[in-house]
């Protein structure tokens, strides 16, 4: 997910534990949030989508498990990297038939948690089927509808995708390396690529930010993208 800032929450109660993550993972470049119970996870994850949950099974209260599993039953599918001090077999099988999607044993170096985190960032980030809003702009991931001040947007699969992603990532630059990975599904960028993508951007601009209309998809000239209210 080169060239975007992906949101991740650290559910873990030990705070010398969840500080050393925090501080590590900001260091690559991550917005990181912090949540010591499992109650205040569920809160946080109510309130805004993340990319990744890094979520400890011991905590006080309402336990890891319960946490993973109210995530899943509401549809959650944000990619969850859980974090225990048991090593037994069948404690690794439950964690990931109950809709974990990585298990990391403790004690672990950071660098291998970093090493994870990214490896489960390539499979793609998801907004839990949530709408999606900037401005008078409005996106219904899981209809595959969008509307500008009111009026249905007609986009084609790949334009919806493209747009998809950059709202997915309000307010954050996305560089064309994120794009090429994360919504043209290739390996290596190349400029007949980069000319595909500018293409799609010039359409997905007179589709979204018609005359009188407030522009909202912006160009970081030598970066990429960003899709923001007002200039970036």
């Known amino acids: 997910m080169t060239g ?59 336990n890891g498990w319960d ?19 048991s090593d037994a077999l069948e404690d690794r099988v439950r964690g990931l038939n109950a809709g974990a999607d990585d298990y990391l044993i403790k004690p672990f170096a950071f ?13 793609g980030r998801t907004t839990d089927g949530r709408p999606l809003i900037v401005a008078d702009l409005q996106m219904d991931p899981s209809g595959r509808q969008v509307t500008r001040a009111g009026k249905a947007v007609d986009l084609t699969t790949r334009e919806f995708d493209l747009l998809h992603y950059l709202l997915a990532h309000e307010g954050q630059v996305v560089s064309r390396e994120a794009l090429v990975h994360e919504v043209w599904k290739e390996t290596m960028r190349s400029t007949t690529l980069d000319n595909v993508i500018d293409v799609h951007i010039a359409r997905l601009r007179r589709k979204i930010d018609f005359e009188g209309a407030v522009k909202l998809i912006h160009t970081v000239r030598g970066v990429g993208f960003i899709v923001r209210e007002g200039e970036p």
């Open 4 to 62: 975007a800032r992906a949101r991740i929450l650290v559910v873990e109660d030990e705070r010398k534990v969840a500080n050393a993550i925090r501080e590590g993972l900001e260091s690559e470049g991550y917005e990181v949030l912090v949540a010591h119970t499992g109650d205040d996870a569920l809160a946080q994850s109510e309130k805004q989508a993340f990319d990744v949950v890094v979520l400890d099974l011991m905590l006080p209260g309402r």
């Open 67 to 85: 946490v993973l599993a109210t995530l899943r039953e509401r549809g959650s599918q944000t990619r969850v990297l859980v974090l225990t001090a």
């Open 111 to 123: 660098a291998e948690v970093l090493a994870r985190i990214r490896a489960v960032l390539r499979r």
